[in-house]
RNA sequence: AGAGGAGUGGCAGAGUGGUCGAAUGCGGCGGUCUUGAAAACCGUUGUACCGCGAGGUACCGGGGGUUCGAAUCCCUCCUCCUCUGCCA
């Protein structure tokens, strides 16, 4: 969430930014939150002054007490008891507005970097690079949702059967390749540099909130309620929330870690006929990289992990593109996101398969996420994140793309994961 | 899951109602000594909020309560350890 010093401080720059978002009122936001800053302050001035003049008398009851007055003590009780009354509904009141505070910072997202366009949807978003070329593919070509059963690779049915629609069974060479993928991603990141995490797919509500999942968008996982978890929608929950509440040595920066994992959404509301196969599951997988940063480093970061997931891509041969989203399809916490898209050629179609990420002081300020500086200042960290990447897609992309009349060819790079050239 | 025990500063560990934000040791940082290092000695060493500052307030696992006053007493939740049970 947004820190209320730098609202007041930079409150112009702030209302620009909500404005890109396309939220109208973000001047009158601001306001608030400012005011309530404002109420916040001189509640608790009182409030301390009167726990002080409190403190001093208990202390002055002590000494008498030890001495032996107890009747002058007695007579003090009276002050003392008046403020016990006072301080009660004073500090009630400073938690309510503390809440409301929360909430409201909780409810405005994060303000967009000055290079992100205005825009109010994805058709605004700005497509910066294309790299690659889109394939012919031969005469009688599939989409991947006729690939996979011709080969029986991945079974929908299966999935169906034991758990629901959107949780697919891969199995043979379909497994095999899923699993070539992953550990093809993991080396790739590991040789960069990240150091490897296997987090647990499961995180509590403060892990929640601490990344921003909660409180809006809580229907967007799925919750296990005898014990108030939340299965992961992804590994950015639990790895980012490694670093909650912890002050950071200098020397442990920069913070470079990757984790493959499982990940759930429910996608309440988005399933229709225009997300067939592997185009948008509720379970599926995702290598993910993760960092943290010194505030004045973390724009080259973000270039680096682009750069990781271009070198990915170009890796497998798999036509993409990027996009600088614009202020309207930004992510809630996010300054600045690029989305990686890569061509389905059978589909011609466009598939996000990897979207990277600054959250600059977002997550932090909430993680309480912070490093002492060289004047042994706190001063709050900047997470990243990116995936490196998510596995269906890029699954559909390969089998799409290079599909021929008997067969699919897997990418060379690929070779020594799988044990097998052809499917 | 049941019974018992315990959660205090970076770590170890005292403190069971009143100058306790907290003894002491280790570690860290600064200094003296030394050619350098070690040892020894001296000093310093939590986080957050408010305040121009002096300073004030809060925090001893989380939350609530008793009391003029709580690290200390009570309730509750969480976590860890030991024993019993179950289990990959």
Redesign the pocket.
């Known amino acids: 969430m947004l820190q209320v010093n730098n609202v007041i401080a930079e409150k112009d720059r702030y209302v620009t930014g909500l404005k890109k978002r396309n939220i109208s009122n973000a001047e009158e936001l601001l306001n608030e939150v400012i005011q309530l800053d404002e109420l916040r302050?001189s509640t608790?001035?009182e409030l301390?002054?009167n726990?002080?003049e409190?403190?001093n008398?208990?202390?002055q009851?002590?000494t008498l007490?030890k001495e032996g007055k107890r009747d002058e003590a007695e007579k003090v009780?009276t002050r003392?008891?008046e403020l016990?009354r006072l301080n009660k509904d004073l500090s009630e009141k400073l938690n309510d507005i503390q809440n409301e505070l929360t909430q409201k910072l909780y409810n405005i997202p994060n303000i967009p970097n000055d290079s992100v366009p205005a825009g109010n949807s994805d058709s605004d978003n700005e497509e910066i690079k294309k790299v690659g070329d889109i394939p012919t593919l031969p005469e009688g070509s599939v989409p991947h949702w006729d690939l996979i059963k011709k080969h029986d690779i991945i079974d929908f049915d299966l999935g169906i059967k034991i758990t629901g629609a959107g949780f697919p069974v891969y199995k043979g060479k379909g497994a095999r390749l899923q699993r070539a993928l992953v550990n093809f991603f993991l080396d790739e990141a590991v040789k960069a540099g990240y150091a490897e995490i296997q987090p647990p797919i499961v995180v509590n509500e403060a892990s929640g909130y601490g990344t921003g999942q909660l409180p809006d968008k809580e229907g967007q996982m799925y919750h296990i309620g005898e014990e108030n978890l939340f299965l992961i929608p992804t590994a950015e929950v639990p790895i980012t929330n490694l670093y909650r509440d912890v002050?950071l040595d200098e020397k442990e920066l920069p913070v470079k870690n990757v984790g493959f994992t499982p990940c759930f959404r429910r996608e309440a509301g988005s399933w229709g006929a225009h997300v067939r196969g592997l185009n948008r599951l509720h379970q599926f997988d995702k290598v993910e990289i993760v960092q943290v940063r010194k505030p004045e480093e973390s724009y080259q970061a973000l270039e680096e992990m682009c750069a990781h997931v271009e070198h990915l891509l170009s890796s497998l041969n798999l036509p993409y593109r990027i996009l600088r989203l614009c202020g309207g399809d930004l992510g809630f916490t996010s300054a600045i996101t690029f989305d990686f898209e890569v061509y389905s050629a059978a589909q011609e179609k466009w598939l996000e398969v990897s979207s990277v990420s600054n959250f600059e002081t977002y997550q932090s300020n909430r993680l309480k996420l912070?490093y002492?500086d060289d004047q042994k200042k706190?001063v709050l960290l900047h997470t990243l994140n990116g995936s490196a990447m998510a596995l269906p897609r890029i699954i559909a992309s390969i089998l799409e793309n290079n599909q021929d009349e008997t067969g699919i060819n897997i990418p060379e790079i690929l070779h020594s994961y799988t044990g097998f050239r052809r499917i």
Do not use: E, V
């Open positions: 302050k608790q001035q301390d002054s726990l002080s409190a403190n008398i208990a202390k009851i002590g007490m009780k003392t008891s016990k002050i912070r002492k706190s």
